[in-house]
């Protein structure tokens, strides 16, 4: 059986007034279908590890792999093109601290819904459907009051997660 994601000696680096900054260095693993939790503390690389994989490190940015593989496909061999269609629809990250990454005004399930329906030209309700399948799998308790909470009343739901 292919394993979902595959990273072998992944690295990323900056070039600075001092020299080259490696932001992640040589990090590999495989992720069968389990999930996985990238736990550091700020500024050690996380965000820029799911950067990397998803392959949004910009110029000047040097980003170095031996292979990034989706379902054993080598992300790495992608164009930009193809690479927009799997950002969102195939893999997504989620990132570190919500309150930044959601619009407060807008009910949780709603932004979920328009990323989703984005991606994959749904109807609402199957994104809604999609929505609270997705809550539920990240083993969010009571899916629906979150689906319908604000980002700011959410993260006491959440809890604090680093």
Known sequence: ?????????????????????EAVRRISFSLGR?????VGESGSGKSMTGRAILRLIKKPGILEADRIALEGENLLDFSEKQMRSVRGH?????????????NPVMRI???ICEAYRLHARSS????????????????IRDPERVFNAYPMKCLVAWGSVS
Request: hydrophobic share 40%; proline share 3%.
């Open 90 to 102: 195939r893999i997504s990250m989620i990132m570190q601290d919500p309150k930044f990454s959601l």
């Open 34 to 38: 389990e999930r996985l939790g990238i």
């Open 1 to 21: 059986m292919t394993n979902l994601l595959e990273v072998e000696n992944l690295t990323v680096k900056f070039p600075t007034r001092n020299g080259i900054f």
């Open 124 to 139: 609402r309700a199957e994104a809604r459907k999609k929505t609270l399948t997705m809550l539920e799998n990240v083993l």
């Open 109 to 111: 399930g709603d932004q």
